[in-house]
Antibody, heavy 121, light 109 residues
Framework: QLQLRESGPRLVKPSETLSLTCIVS??????????WGWIRQSPAQGLEWIGS???????YYKASLESRVTISVDTSKNEFSLKLTSVTAADTAIYYC?????????????WGLGALVTVSS | EIVMTQSPATLSVSPGESATLSCRAS??????LAWYQQKPGQAPRLLIY???TRATGIPARFSGSGSGTEFTLTISSLQSEDFALYYC???????????FGQGTKLEVK
């Protein structure tokens, strides 16, 4: 059974970099069956897709976040990560790792439990 | 960016009755629309994709309809576990991205 779990610091200072990792079990991050990605949720923005990565490292980012976001894969640990630079209070949110199938409708059918990340000094 | 607008923000319905939730797209998304359910403290769960196809394990009381810019999620014979938040999501412009509606809270009347 495919499972995702977010890991990383829950408190980040303004202007610093938010870093989260998604630990994957039940599937390989090298699989071409899925796109691996991140979605966040805040009261102000609601659900917001951040970006996704596909087999071979092809990345897709939300246009308004693209200058600050990097998603990458660590095949040796079977995990993928999110880095968001120059954070502000507006980046405070629950961050979910999630995936969608490469074939068929690109809808998010597996999610992690979520990680509340607070940006504060 | 395609903007998704859900209405109403809150819907109060009695158990056993039916609920109708709406989602409108700022531009046509064809049938490239999904619905999710979210309960407190949990991640969203996929209910419907391609506007009307139920995801694996989703009860038949959940049904979706619509195309273009107007979509509806209907939940018949509401059960206690159905009272939650519901979000629509368009994927017509993937790649490069996706957008979600702001959600409808379905509460017990």
């Amino acid at each position: 059974q495919l499972q995702l779990r977010e890991s990383g610091p829950r408190l980040v200072k303004p202007s610093e970099t938010l870093s989260l990792t998604c630990i994957v079990s039940g599937a390989s991050v090298t699989s071409s069956d899925y796109y691996w990605g991140w979605i966040r949720q805040s009261p102000a923005q609601g659900l917001e897709w951040i970006g996704s990565i596909y087999s071979g490292g092809r990345t897709y980012y939300k246009a308004s976040l693209e200058s600050r976001v990097t998603i990458s894969v660590d095949t040796s640990k079977n995990e993928f990560s999110l880095k968001l630079t120059s954070v502000t209070a507006a980046d405070t949110a629950i961050y979910y790792c999630a995936l969608f199938p490469a074939a068929g409708a690109p809808v998010f059918d597996s999610w992690g439990l979520g990680a509340l990340v607070t940006v504060s000094s | 960016e395609i903007v998704m607008t859900q209405s109403p923000a809150t819907l109060s319905v009695s158990p056993g009755e039916s609920a109708t939730l709406s989602c409108r797209a700022s531009h046509s998304v064809s049938v490239n629309l999904a619905w999710y359910q979210q309960k407190p403290g949990q991640a969203p769960r996929l209910l419907i994709y391609r506007a009307s196809t139920r995801a694996t394990g989703i009860p038949a009381r959940f049904s979706g309809s619509g195309s273009g810019t107007e979509f509806t999620l209907t939940i018949s014979s509401l059960q206690s576990e159905d009272f939650a938040l519901y979000y629509c999501q368009q994927y017509t412009n993937w790649p490069p991205g996706f957008t979600f509606g702001q959600g409808t809270k379905l509460e017990v009347k």
